[in-house]
């Protein structure tokens, strides 16, 4: 049987990096790999000291040479892609030239103001295939002189609906609050004081997902305090419960490679307001009817009197678009093409 390997900084936890790599796991093994995982971090299978975000020193060349010595098939997720760990990002580079290997972007440095300055990322080497999330960075890729193929996020579109009593029992809200759920990392780009400012203007309850990350703590911290609004900063994975539970979605974000928010909303029949990023328009070409911050008055119309058919809408499109046999079929015809199927 062939093997494959998903290689990160960190697998197997909340992070979205975490769980679209799962996803591909899954796939992967079904179209007939024997799958391994390779990080620094979480319950992987094969652990790499030096592979995560901030070891600075790399791994050991021969260890990570040796974790993916048997291997047929090497993803990437991320870790040649954003400098969270150049050297590491080198070590894998080197390693894998000449051998088939997908690396899956998610956040190219010029996305990041704080990296634009990194220009040796995305790695690249003639016997790879680079697939991105959204057509918005396939455009840049080639602007760069790289041919990359788009694979949107994918979503288990057939799960069951949650149990939004006993979720709510959980938080201690009262079937007849209205529930604003924000379900992200606390950092900068999440655009928290919008999401408050808006659970304050519809006198609600907001409930932030996520822990502070990238030295948010403190602002974090002030902003919840200071928020004119029941505040519940309770981490919990992202399931169906989440949306059963809440009345309504926010993601004002200012920057996202993809959001799975808003998709996962519209799969569990929820309104989601969502921020003026670039890639959320792009996502809103499928369809989508979304509501902007600073459009309120639509969103308390929406609540006051719920608009099925929009419910109808985007829950469809999230189905035809972005279910998980639609990656796999897109997974299937990369490998077809590539010569790389099993």
């Not at 494959?4 to 796991?25: P, Y």
């Not at 299978?45 to 995560?52: E, I, M």
């Not at 029992?169 to 529930?179: C, E, I, M, N, P």
């Not at 809408?313 to 093409?337: C, G, W």
């Amino acid at each position: 049987m062939a093997r494959g390997a998903i290689v990160s900084f960190r697998l197997g936890l909340s992070d979205g990096v975490s769980i679209v790599a799962r996803l591909w796991q899954e796939m992967l093994t079904d179209i007939g790999f024997e799958m391994v995982t390779v990080a620094a971090e979480g319950p992987v299978d094969r652990l790499v000291p030096g592979l995560g975000i901030g070891q600075f020193d790399g791994p050991d060349p021969d260890e990570f040479a040796a974790a993916v010595a048997d291997v047929d098939l090497v993803v990437v997720e991320n870790l040649c892609t954003i400098p969270l760990n150049l050297p590491a990002a080198r070590t894998v580079a080197r390693t894998l030239a000449g051998r088939p290997a997908i690396l899956h972007h998610h956040d190219p440095p010029w996305q990041r103001e704080r990296f634009a300055s990194v220009t040796e990322l995305p790695a690249h080497d003639p016997r790879w295939r680079h697939v991105v999330i959204n057509r918005l960075t396939a455009e840049q890729f080639a602007q760069r002189g790289l041919e990359a193929t788009v694979i949107y996020n994918g979503f288990n579109t057939h799960r069951p609906e949650g149990d939004r009593a006993a979720m709510r029992k959980s938080l201690g809200v009262a079937d007849d609050t209205l529930l604003v759920a924000h379900p992200v990392r606390a950092i900068p780009r999440k655009n928290i004081p919008v999401a408050i400012a808006i659970a304050e203007e519809l006198e609600g309850v907001y409930w932030l997902m996520g822990q502070a990350e990238e030295g948010y703590d403190a602002t974090l911290e002030q902003l919840l305090a200071n928020a004119r609004c029941p505040v519940i900063h309770r981490p919990v994975a992202r399931t169906p419960e989440i949306y059963a539970a809440a009345d309504l979605v926010v993601f004002p974000s200012t920057w996202e490679g993809f959001g799975n928010p808003p998709v996962e909303a519209a799969i569990w029949r929820r309104p989601c307001v969502v921020g003026n990023y670039p890639v959320a328009e792009e996502l809103a070409e499928f369809g989508f009817r979304w509501f902007s911050p600073n459009r309120l008055n639509e969103v308390h119309a929406f609540l006051d009197c719920p608009d099925t058919d929009l419910l109808d809408q985007n829950q469809a499109i999230a189905q035809r678009h972005f279910s998980l046999e639609r990656v796999r079929a897109d997974l299937v015809a990369l490998l077809d093409d590539a010569g790389w199927l099993p």
